[in-house]
């Protein structure tokens, strides 16, 4: 397909100032809300927890477990800023799966650092205690996902199917 041929090319310089002002406005209230949105805040604690927590182990733990659990808790963020920035239960549901998936993977990084390392069994359970209370504010989020609009396509690798 040329991009350029396309009909439908959008092109923000096209709008009317009114035009142009009320996106802006649209898309700065959205930003506002994941902001200050339980799940944002949260990922948020948690990716500081992480960090404070990856500095207090000892550099041979440090380097077998920092990179996978700073990576699970950064990609928490940008994850649920992209699901909360489209009315597409699709590209939500995707979102989720990965924020899922990043925060399942911090749960059982700390099992693995309580049994096999001497981390601080304190930031680890504070670990664990965030960990417990984002799950119980993602299950609330996905709830609201009925909300969202329906496509006029289909997931074509076949993962997501809305009932």
């Known amino acids: 397909m040329n991009w350029d041929d ?9 709008l009317s100032p009114e035009e142009k002002e009320k996106l802006e406005r649209e898309m700065r209230e ?8 339980p799940l944002f805040l949260k990922a948020r604690d948690i990716y500081d927890t992480v ?9 041979e733990e440090r380097e077998m477990f920092a990179g996978t659990l700073k990576e699970s808790a950064m990609l928490l963020l940008p994850k649920i800023a992209g699901a909360m920035s489209v009315d597409s ?10 924020v899922r998936y990043h925060a399942e993977n911090l749960m059982t990084q700390t099992s693995g650092l309580k049994m096999f390392t001497k981390a ?7 670990l664990r205690q965030e960990m417990e209370e984002f799950k119980q504010l993602f299950k609330q989020w996905v ?12 997931d074509d690798w076949g993962l997501f ?3």
């Open 30 to 37: 959205r930003e506002e809300r994941t902001r200050n949105h």
């Open 143 to 154: 709830a609201t996902f009925e909300n969202l609009n329906d496509e006029d396509y289909l």
């Open 6 to 14: 396309d009909d439908d090319d959008f092109s923000f310089e096209d």
């Open 161 to 163: 199917f809305r009932k």
């Open 120 to 126: 601080d069994k304190d930031y680890v359970a504070v």
């Open 89 to 98: 239960w699709l590209l939500s549901m995707q979102n989720a799966a990965i």
């Open 51 to 59: 960090n404070a927590f990856v500095e207090s182990l000892d550099k």
